[in-house]
C-alpha cells in the first residue's frame, strides 16, 4: 500500500491564479481531511469528508473547495489564490470506526507569489 | 475553545539520555490524544494514541501517558538515539463519530546528539 499520496510537492503560483491540490489514499479510509501547517502555528483542519458524496468545513475554509466523487481521492483546489495561503498542505486520512489513528500524506509546499 | 500547548519548543539531549516532552490541553473533555512525529519537510507519522479512559500506551522505547483532569500528557523516550531528532506533535480529538475535531499543539523540536 502505498497510503497517502499528495502531488505536486512543491508548487509556486502568482496571486488569483487556480490550482488544485491532489490527494489519494489506498486504504479504503471513510475520512479525509485536508490541513495547512504554518510557522509557529498548529496544524489547522481546512476541509473534510466523512465518505464519497459528503464534504464538511473545518476551521480555516474560505478560499478553499473540495470535492469527494470517490473513495479514495479527495482534491482540494484554491480558485483565486492569495499570498495568505501560502502554506504546507498535508491530506490525512482515517478509517471509519474502529481505530483512530491518522495517517499523514507527505505534504504539498505551496508558495504564492 | 480548546488550547494546545508543548514545553518545551526545542530540546537538546545527548544521545543515550532520557526525556519527557510535554503537552498541555484546556478543555479536559477530550475524546483521546495522539502524539506524532514530523521529521523535515515529510507528513506526520502517528507513535501514540491514548483513548480518554486510558492512562498510558507504550511502544517500544515510547511511553505516553495522560491525565484527562489535569488536562496533562506526557512522551516519554528511554535511551535516546540520534534517530529520534524530530519534531514531536500532540493532537487531542474532540467529539466522536464523524463530527470530530482534532486540535494540534505547535510541537517540540527534539535534536538528539551523538
Known amino acids: 500500500n502505498a497510503g497517502v499520496t499528495q502531488t505536486p510537492k512543491f508548487h509556486i503560483l502568482k496571486t488569483g491564479q487556480s490550482m488544485t491540490l491532489q490527494c489519494a489514499q489506498d486504504m479504503n479510509h471513510g475520512y479525509l481531511s485536508w490541513y495547512r501547517q504554518d510557522p509557529g502555528m498548529g496544524l489547522r483542519r481546512i476541509h473534510y469528508?466523512?465518505?464519497?458524496?459528503?464534504?464538511d468545513k473545518g476551521e480555516v475554509p474560505d478560499g478553499y473547495n473540495v470535492s469527494r466523487s470517490n473513495t479514495e481521492d479527495f482534491p482540494l483546489r484554491l480558485e483565486s489564490a492569495a499570498p495568505s495561503q501560502t502554506s504546507v498542505y498535508f491530506c490525512?486520512?482515517?478509517?471509519?470506526?474502529?481505530?483512530?489513528?491518522?495517517?499523514f500524506g507527505p505534504g504539498t509546499r505551496l508558495t504564492v507569489l | 475553545k480548546q488550547e494546545v500547548t508543548q514545553i518545551p519548543a526545542a530540546l537538546s539531549v545527548p544521545e543515550g539520555e532520557n526525556l519527557v516532552l510535554n503537552c498541555s490541553f484546556t478543555d479536559s473533555a477530550i475524546y483521546n490524544l495522539q502524539w506524532f512525529r514530523q521529521d523535515p519537510g515529510k507528513g506526520l507519522t502517528s507513535l501514540l494514541l491514548?483513548?480518554?479512559?486510558?492512562r498510558e500506551q507504550t511502544s517500544g522505547r515510547l511511553n505516553a501517558s495522560l491525565d484527562k483532569s489535569s488536562g496533562r500528557s506526557t512522551l516519554y523516550i528511554a535511551a535516546s538515539q540520534p534517530g529520534d531528532s524530530a519534531t514531536y506533535l500532540c493532537?487531542?480529538?474532540?467529539?466522536?463519530?464523524?463530527?470530530?475535531?482534532?486540535?494540534f499543539g505547535k510541537g517540540t523540536l527534539l535534536t538528539v546528539n551523538p
Open positions: 490525512a486520512s482515517k478509517a471509519a470506526g474502529g481505530t483512530d489513528t491518522q495517517y
Open positions: 491514548i483513548q480518554s479512559s486510558q
Open positions: 469528508s466523512v465518505a464519497a458524496g459528503i464534504t
Open positions: 493532537a487531542v480529538k474532540e467529539g466522536g463519530g464523524s463530527n470530530y475535531k482534532l486540535t
